[in-house]
Each structure stands twice: as structure tokens, then as C-alpha cells.
């Protein structure tokens, strides 16, 4: 096939157009159907990440859309589990990889699009072309995509932190006209994708929220803490029906994640809705799981504690108690955002804990130049609310 014209572009040079000597751009037809099976075997019968880039460097020029986004998926399922996506992102064939889909992503079905998505942001590459290419494809395909497209795709951009509200707007139009097809874990990632992106989209909201209502016995844990904590950020107002509702259903649950837990706090804190039988239940069930705290768990659930100033119950004061020994055999892991929040929340709770204390200061000498203002600040404050001087820190913050 050939089209009168004067230049290649670079997709044309990938897509093994030639330019012939009379102005005239040769297009090759698309691969067989034959080889591009033979493509999509080779392609899956790669057992790790390594050997589909191999293949991708030996056969890339015989790859069409389908095969190109199979390898974008497969990179990353193999990277993600072998947890070497950034040894992946840095190989010399990556590149390659990313060439191709920039190339064919104007032919991606709405299958080899959400694949792509998902594994591009799963592997947190954040190309900038090739996401504004696969966002335009997006739009393009909208009629097509399912309710497990929509949500994946609302998934890899909000786990990018890219933002494009009209890509999102048209999501939330499309799922609106598919919500009696989706799954609770769709649900579960659109207002997840919404919220790490700050898009109200009021209508699908209201929308969601009443299927949640609906289906609520059908999420998991993690599921429920991700909604609840959705419409937080947010700011939707859920009302009283989804708020009891909720409440029942996690006291009825028994095995909770760390990062469940802090969710449910620090939406009951940034609501601030005060319920102590809840937030002691979440303090019961965190110090199950105090062992396998990470910093940002502990802080957030000590700090939802402090900010609607619980007082006087037994399981938090527990909690408090039992997070003293992880503070101060863990502190140096701790990030400053965590030093201060815990920090400041042992503070208002006036609770008393100079070795606490110590560990947190030394920790954060240790990072002094990691640290923003505001949370030196709240550091600073916290120690002197607590009678606590801490030498090494003060000269640091100086």
C-alpha cells in the first residue's frame, strides 16, 4: 500500500513503513493472522520479565498492537511478583518496548488498553507520551470498554498520580450507563482512582454509593476501607444510612490488614465522627497486627486517636501502650511525615513517654534534611508540650 507523501514519522519508521525514492510512503499490511498468533505464544510462554524483553528485542518488528500490549502486561506481572520493576524500567530493551506501544496504541482494542494501562502503572512508568496517547485511545474506545476496563484504567492513572479530568469525566459518564454490571471490585477502584486524584463526580458518586449500600455484604475488608475511605477525601457527603451500615459491617469482620485499620481511623478522624466502640475495635484488632505495623500505619492510627481526643478506654489505652515498644524499636525507619504525626498525637493525648520521645528526636536527627517546616514544627511543638528537650534536635532544627 502506498501513500504520496514526503517524510516518515517515527510510529511510521516503528510500524515498518519505507519511503521510496518517488515521494511515496510504502505501508506494510497488517500481520497475519497466522503470526500474530505465533507472536502472542512466544510472547506468554516467556516465564519471566527478562524473557520477554528478549523477545521483544528479537521480534519487536513482527509485533502488532495485541502482541505489544501482551508484553507490556506480562513485563509487569513478572516484574511486580519478582518485585524487580524498577531492574525491568531500567533495561536496555525497556525503551523498546515503549517505542512499540507508542506506535501501535492508535490501533489498541479495548482488552490490549486496560492491559497496557494496568501494566505500565504497575511497574509506576510514567512516560508521558504514551500515557497521552493511551488516554486519547481511551476516549476513543469509551463505547467499549467494560466495567473492568473503566475501572482499570481510572486505576493506572490515579496509581501514576496522573491527572486528566476529562479522561475521568468520561469514565464517570460511561460507568454510570454500565454500573448494573459491575463487580464490587470495580466499585472499589474507580472512587479509589477518584479520590487519590481529588475528581468529584457527583453523579456517579450518589451512584456508587447506593450500590455499595446494595451490596455491601459482598466486599472484602480491604474493598470496604478503600469506599469509606474514598467518600472521605472526597468530601461526599455519605449520610447516616451509609455510615451505620458501615460501622455494622466492620464490627462484624474479624481480619483486618494494617492498612485497612488506618483507613477506617482516619476517616472516622477526618469526618470527625466521634464513635469510641469503634476506634477501640480498631485498636483491638491493630494490636493484633502491631508486628506488622509500618510507620505510616501507626502514625495515622495515633494520630485519628489524638484528633477526636479519645480518652479513658481500656483497648486504646492499651494500644498506646503497645505502640511505645514499636516506636522506639523502630523509629529509624520511621519517614518524617510519621515522626511528626506520632509525635504530635502522643502530645494531645498527653501521653507520657520520654524514651518514646527520644527514639522519634534521634530518628529525626538522623533525616533533619528530609524534613518540610510544618512537621519540624509539629515535632518541635510536641516536645515542648511534653516537657521533653531533646539537645541533637534542637541544634539540627537551627
Same mark, same amino acid.
Given at each position: 500500500m502506498g501513500v504520496e507523501n514526503d517524510f516518515l514519522t517515527g510510529d511510521d519508521i516503528v510500524n515498518g513503513c519505507v519511503l521510496a525514492p518517488d515521494g511515496y510512503i510504502y505501508r506494510p499490511p497488517p500481520p497475519s493472522k497466522n503470526l500474530t498468533i505465533e507472536m502472542q505464544v512466544t510472547v506468554t510462554d516467556c516465564r519471566d520479565w527478562r524473557e520477554v524483553l528478549a523477545v521483544v528485542d528479537d521480534m519487536g518488528d513482527l509485533f502488532d498492537f495485541r502482541n505489544t500490549s501482551t508484553a507490556v502486561h506480562r513485563v509487569a506481572k513478572f516484574s511486580f511478583a519478582q518485585t524487580e520493576c524498577k531492574l525491568a524500567l531500567s533495561d536496555p530493551r525497556f525503551p523498546r518496548l515503549l517505542q512499540l506501544l507508542r506506535a501501535k496504541c492508535r490501533d489498541l482494542s479495548a482488552w490490549g488498553l486496560s492491559d497496557a494501562c494496568w501494566g505500565l502503572a504497575k511497574m509506576q512508568c510514567r512516560d508521558e507520551e504514551v500515557f497521552r496517547r493511551l488516554s486519547l485511545r481511551t476516549r476513543q474506545l469509551m463505547h467499549e470498554l467494560d466495567p473492568q476496563g473503566l475501572a482499570i484504567i481510572a486505576w493506572a492513572f490515579g496509581t501514576i498520580g496522573r491527572q486528566d479530568d476529562e479522561l475521568l469525566a468520561a469514565i464517570a459518564e460511561e460507568s454510570r450507563?454500565? #454500573?448494573?454490571? @459491575?463487580?464490587?471490585?470495580?466499585?472499589?477502584?474507580?472512587?479509589?482512582?477518584?479520590? /487519590?486524584?481529588?475528581?468529584?463526580?457527583?453523579?456517579?458518586?450518589?451512584?456508587?454509593?447506593?450500590?455499595?449500600?446494595?451490596?455491601?455484604?459482598? @466486599?472484602?475488608?480491604?474493598?470496604?476501607?478503600?469506599?469509606?475511605?474514598? @467518600? /472521605?477525601?472526597l468530601a461526599y457527603p455519605v449520610g447516616d444510612e451509609w455510615k451505620t451500615a458501615f460501622r455494622t459491617r466492620v464490627l462484624r469482620l474479624k481480619?483486618?490488614? *494494617?492498612?485497612? #485499620?488506618?483507613?477506617?481511623?482516619?476517616?472516622?478522624?477526618?469526618?470527625?465522627?466521634?464513635?469510641?466502640?469503634?476506634?477501640a475495635y480498631v485498636a483491638r484488632r491493630s494490636m493484633e497486627l502491631m508486628r506488622s505495623f509500618t510507620g505510616q500505619n501507626l502514625a495515622t492510627i495515633i494520630w485519628?486517636?489524638?484528633?477526636?481526643?479519645?480518652?479513658?478506654?481500656?483497648?486504646?489505652?492499651?494500644?498506646?501502650?503497645?505502640?511505645?515498644?514499636?516506636?522506639?524499636?523502630?523509629?529509624?525507619?520511621?519517614?518524617?511525615?510519621?515522626?511528626?504525626?506520632?509525635?504530635?498525637?502522643?502530645?494531645? #493525648?498527653?501521653?507520657?513517654?520520654?524514651?518514646? @520521645?527520644?527514639?522519634?528526636?534521634?530518628?529525626?536527627?538522623?533525616?533533619?534534611?528530609?524534613?518540610? *517546616?510544618?512537621n519540624l514544627v509539629q515535632v518541635l511543638w510536641a516536645c515542648g508540650t511534653c516537657g521533653y528537650r531533646h539537645e541533637q534536635f534542637l541544634r539540627g532544627m537551627a
Amino acid at each position: 500500500m502506498g501513500v504520496e507523501n514526503d517524510f516518515l514519522t517515527g510510529d511510521d519508521i516503528v510500524n515498518g513503513c519505507v519511503l521510496a525514492p518517488d515521494g511515496y510512503i510504502y505501508r506494510p499490511p497488517p500481520p497475519s493472522k497466522n503470526l500474530t498468533i505465533e507472536m502472542q505464544v512466544t510472547v506468554t510462554d516467556c516465564r519471566d520479565w527478562r524473557e520477554v524483553l528478549a523477545v521483544v528485542d528479537d521480534m519487536g518488528d513482527l509485533f502488532d498492537f495485541r502482541n505489544t500490549s501482551t508484553a507490556v502486561h506480562r513485563v509487569a506481572k513478572f516484574s511486580f511478583a519478582q518485585t524487580e520493576c524498577k531492574l525491568a524500567l531500567s533495561d536496555p530493551r525497556f525503551p523498546r518496548l515503549l517505542q512499540l506501544l507508542r506506535a501501535k496504541c492508535r490501533d489498541l482494542s479495548a482488552w490490549g488498553l486496560s492491559d497496557a494501562c494496568w501494566g505500565l502503572a504497575k511497574m509506576q512508568c510514567r512516560d508521558e507520551e504514551v500515557f497521552r496517547r493511551l488516554s486519547l485511545r481511551t476516549r476513543q474506545l469509551m463505547h467499549e470498554l467494560d466495567p473492568q476496563g473503566l475501572a482499570i484504567i481510572a486505576w493506572a492513572f490515579g496509581t501514576i498520580g496522573r491527572q486528566d479530568d476529562e479522561l475521568l469525566a468520561a469514565i464517570a459518564e460511561e460507568s454510570r450507563k454500565k #454500573l448494573d454490571s @459491575f463487580g464490587v471490585q470495580n466499585i472499589s477502584n474507580l472512587l479509589w482512582a477518584n479520590a /487519590t486524584l481529588g475528581v468529584r463526580a457527583d453523579a456517579l458518586h450518589a451512584d456508587l454509593l447506593q450500590e455499595s449500600l446494595r451490596r455491601l455484604d459482598e @466486599f472484602t475488608t480491604q474493598e470496604l476501607a478503600i469506599i469509606n475511605w474514598a @467518600f /472521605t477525601k472526597l468530601a461526599y457527603p455519605v449520610g447516616d444510612e451509609w455510615k451505620t451500615a458501615f460501622r455494622t459491617r466492620v464490627l462484624r469482620l474479624k481480619e483486618y490488614a *494494617p492498612s485497612e #485499620l488506618s483507613m477506617i481511623a482516619w476517616a472516622l478522624a477526618t469526618r470527625g465522627d466521634y464513635d469510641p466502640e469503634l476506634m477501640a475495635y480498631v485498636a483491638r484488632r491493630s494490636m493484633e497486627l502491631m508486628r506488622s505495623f509500618t510507620g505510616q500505619n501507626l502514625a495515622t492510627i495515633i494520630w485519628a486517636i489524638a484528633t477526636v481526643s479519645y480518652k479513658d478506654d481500656h483497648s486504646i489505652d492499651e494500644f498506646l501502650r503497645m505502640s511505645l515498644g514499636a516506636i522506639i524499636g523502630r523509629a529509624n525507619e520511621f519517614q518524617p511525615l510519621n515522626i511528626a504525626l506520632i509525635s504530635w498525637g502522643l502530645s494531645k #493525648l498527653s501521653f507520657k513517654a520520654d524514651e518514646a @520521645f527520644k527514639a522519634l528526636c534521634d530518628s529525626a536527627v538522623a533525616q533533619i534534611d528530609s524534613f518540610v *517546616p510544618q512537621n519540624l514544627v509539629q515535632v518541635l511543638w510536641a516536645c515542648g508540650t511534653c516537657g521533653y528537650r531533646h539537645e541533637q534536635f534542637l541544634r539540627g532544627m537551627a
